[in-house]
């Protein structure tokens, strides 16, 4: 449950800055609001793979533990 909620607002974030771009294309107004979310977006992305690779190597870790079932 570590990772969901960050990847959710990965995928809202992008997804805002997608819509926002058609905006900044039709020359609105809030154009100037463009990069920084851009840059938010992008820099939760890495945060997010930072917590999935951590996330990764505890599951690996824990399957690493477990014996093999001989019969």
Not at 14 to 41: C, E, K, R, T, Y
């Amino acid at each position: 449950m570590k990772l969901f909620p960050h990847l959710m607002l990965t995928l809202t974030l992008v997804g805002a800055v997608f819509i926002h771009g058609g905006a900044v294309d039709n020359h609105m107004p809030s154009s100037w609001l463009h990069g920084p979310l851009f840059l938010i977006a992008y820099g939760h992305h890495v945060w997010s793979l930072i917590i999935k690779n951590y996330a990764f190597k505890e599951q690996i870790a824990i399957i690493s533990e477990l014996k093999p079932d001989t019969e």
